[in-house]
């Protein structure tokens, strides 16, 4: 079956070109829907992409990795043009959104990935070696059979992908990930593995934070877990520009209000406090366009 990419960033650029590499039949759906195709250049190869834009006439593995504050427009227009029965939906952004139960479709993966990549005009570079998990996004999913079909092709694009029952934590895992790096790589304005050691302090009270937080969501984490992988996944993305980074660079919207900002607001929400995550929300909203 044909792939569709939704999103033309990093972590887009790097499904759809490893996914054309494996073998797979690749199209993107672009923002301007005059562009008929694409070309893009990872690790010395060159990919060429025509375009589709909804509604789609056949069945389509559908993947998009969007930015959080796109996901509600995205889903917008999967109403007033439903995918074909066959098809699946797979979603990638970092962060969480306020009102995800409602608002994601039964039978949406969810797609989690510690790749770190970015964009250097119409080449993508994989600058950090990962591994990603794939679930249902609902809960109430869990008892559906695993789509073995759709994780080998995965796999064989971008490995290691591993089968999760419970995406959420690994989701949390991510969202912890993203609150202690990359507002950091903003503040500092340098690569992942440019981070100076003295901002575990700081971290370690992020984590904290978080792991509460979890904890009114039912979900179990550990500071001290938190901020180790943190510091490893800095070492294994150690040339990587984080997405906030290069958002601020090139003056666009960061996702920091679906990152830090998500749990200050959902800790006042529960009664809670998030003095660490609020403060560091607003730092990185003052160098953007947030």
Same mark, same amino acid.
């Given at each position: 079956?044909?792939?569709?990419?939704?999103?033309?960033?990093?972590?887009?650029?790097?499904?759809?070109?490893?996914?054309?590499?494996?073998?797979?039949?690749?199209?993107?759906?672009?923002?301007?829907?005059?562009? !008929?195709?694409?070309?893009?250049?990872? #690790?010395?190869?060159?990919?060429?992409?025509?375009? #589709? $834009?909804?509604? &789609?006439?056949?069945?389509?593995?559908?993947?998009?990795?969007?930015?959080?504050?796109?996901?509600?427009?995205?889903?917008?227009?999967?109403? +007033?043009?439903?995918?074909?029965?066959?098809? /699946? &939906?797979?979603?990638?952004?970092?962060?969480?959104?306020?009102?995800?139960?409602?608002?994601?479709?039964?039978?949406?993966?969810?797609?989690? !990935?510690?790749?770190?990549?970015?964009?250097?005009?119409?080449?993508?570079?994989?600058?950090?070696?990962?591994?990603?998990?794939?679930?249902?996004?609902?809960? #109430?999913?869990?008892?559906?059979?695993?789509?073995?079909?759709?994780?080998?092709?995965?796999?064989?694009?971008?490995?290691?992908?591993?089968?999760?029952?419970?995406?959420?934590?690994?989701?949390?895992?991510?969202?912890?990930?993203?609150?202690?790096? $990359?507002?950091? /790589?903003?503040?500092?304005?340098?690569? $992942?593995?440019?981070?100076?050691?003295?901002?575990?302090?700081?971290?370690?009270?992020?984590?904290?934070?978080?792991?509460?937080?979890?904890?009114?969501? +039912?979900?179990?984490?550990?500071?001290?877990?938190?901020? +180790?992988?943190?510091?490893?996944?800095?070492?294994? !993305?150690?040339?990587?520009?984080?997405?906030?980074?290069?958002?601020?660079?090139?003056?666009?919207?960061?996702?920091?209000?679906?990152?830090?900002?998500?749990?200050?607001?959902?800790?006042?929400?529960?009664?809670?406090?998030?003095?660490?995550?609020?403060?560091?929300?607003?730092?990185?909203?003052? &160098?953007?366009?947030?």
């Amino acid at each position: 079956m044909q792939w569709l990419i939704v999103g033309q960033g990093a972590i887009g650029s790097l499904m759809a070109a490893s996914l054309q590499r494996s073998g797979n039949n690749v199209v993107l759906k672009l923002r301007q829907p005059e562009i !008929t195709s694409v070309a893009l250049g990872m #690790q010395g190869a060159q990919f060429q992409f025509s375009t #589709q $834009n909804l509604p &789609l006439s056949q069945p389509m593995h559908v993947f998009a990795a969007i930015k959080a504050y796109s996901v509600g427009d995205f889903l917008d227009e999967l109403q +007033q043009w439903p995918l074909p029965a066959g098809s /699946t &939906l797979i979603l990638s952004y970092n962060g969480m959104l306020d009102n995800e139960p409602s608002l994601l479709p039964t039978d949406t993966l969810h797609w989690v !990935t510690i790749h770190g990549a970015y964009r250097d005009g119409p080449t993508v570079v994989h600058a950090g070696q990962g591994e990603s998990w794939l679930g249902w996004a609902q809960p #109430q999913q869990a008892s559906t059979p695993t789509p073995e079909t759709i994780l080998q092709a995965l796999n064989n694009a971008l490995p290691e992908v591993h089968w999760s029952d419970s995406i959420q934590q690994r989701r949390w895992q991510k969202l912890a990930m993203n609150c202690l790096i $990359n507002p950091f /790589t903003v503040i500092h304005q340098c690569r $992942n593995g440019e981070l100076p050691p003295s901002i575990r302090a700081e971290q370690h009270k992020l984590a904290e934070e978080l792991v509460w937080l979890a904890h009114q969501h +039912q979900l179990a984490l550990n500071a001290d877990e938190l901020v +180790q992988q943190a510091w490893q996944v800095i070492a294994q !993305t150690s040339a990587n520009y984080s997405s906030m980074y290069m958002d601020v660079k090139h003056q666009r919207r960061t996702e920091i209000d679906y990152l830090n900002g998500f749990v200050a607001r959902q800790a006042d929400q529960l009664a809670g406090s998030a003095p660490q995550h609020k403060a560091i929300w607003h730092r990185v909203r003052e &160098l953007s366009l947030d």
